[in-house]
């Protein structure tokens, strides 16, 4: 039943740009969100599936039919097949600032917003995903904005740094741990080599000059043998 939610699921929720680059990055995690947060319904006419003033819960995107959508702030909208409504209720609590009404019977598509955020919550693309949820909430607050906003050029933005995952790393920090090691064997030597040669340098007594110097000879050999 994944498989058939992700190829039933996957065309539509894909028009967003979000949903573009997540799939790439995080297959497994796309497949869960068509399989567990999305759904299709059919909004009889007449209806309201977004009303002005309501907390909203789900993403929208619409399919096919006919229907307005209407706000204070602008003259009623003609929906188009593709277009993607509340969006940010995904990533930040939104509430609906317009209502959208079905003038026949619509087909839509939700992505249920609680779902995703805990599909989300388990990803390997969470730094990404919360870096994108940063910059909307920015945008958001920034702009004028209705439900039918998008954030199409944040995505490509957040997607397109490039990162390092867990095995670059690893493979990274035990690059820097060998050379911190390396470096330290190096200064260990050469702090022996001058405490060595200073001892044998300091006047002393025969017994005691042949000592150290012994011990420099022993270390000399020590040494050569190490590097080699």
């Not at 967003?16 to 969100?33: E, T, V, W």
């Not at 390092?164 to 741990?177: E, G, I, N, Q």
């Amino acid at each position: 039943r994944r498989r058939i939610h992700y190829e039933l699921h996957a065309p539509v929720i894909v028009q967003l740009s979000f949903f573009q680059h997540f799939q790439k990055r995080d297959p497994n995690a796309f497949m869960s969100i068509c399989h567990d947060a999305v759904s299709q319904v059919i909004a009889a006419a007449g209806e309201e599936p977004l009303r002005y003033g309501d907390m909203a819960q789900s993403m929208l995107v619409f399919q096919a039919g006919r229907c307005i959508y209407s706000s204070a702030e602008d003259e009623d909208i003609s929906i188009n097949s593709g277009q993607i409504l509340a969006e940010m209720c995904l990533w930040i609590r939104w509430v609906h600032r317009g209502s959208m009404h079905t003038l026949t019977d619509c087909s839509i598509t939700k992505v249920n917003s609680h779902k995703f955020r805990r599909i989300v919550l388990q990803s390997q693309s969470l730094d990404r995903c919360r870096d994108y949820a940063t910059k909307l909430l920015a945008r958001v607050q920034q702009e004028e904005i209705s439900d039918l906003w998008t954030c199409n050029d944040i995505a490509l933005e957040v997607f397109a740094v490039p990162t390092m995952d867990a095995k670059a790393r690893f493979r990274h920090r035990l690059r820097r741990s060998s050379s911190d090691i390396a470096e330290m064997s190096i200064t260990t030597t050469s702090r022996m080599r001058t405490s060595l040669w200073s001892m044998a340098s300091t006047p002393a007594s025969d017994a005691t000059r042949s000592s150290r110097l012994a011990s420099v000879t022993s270390f000399r050999r020590w040494s050569k043998g190490s590097s080699r």
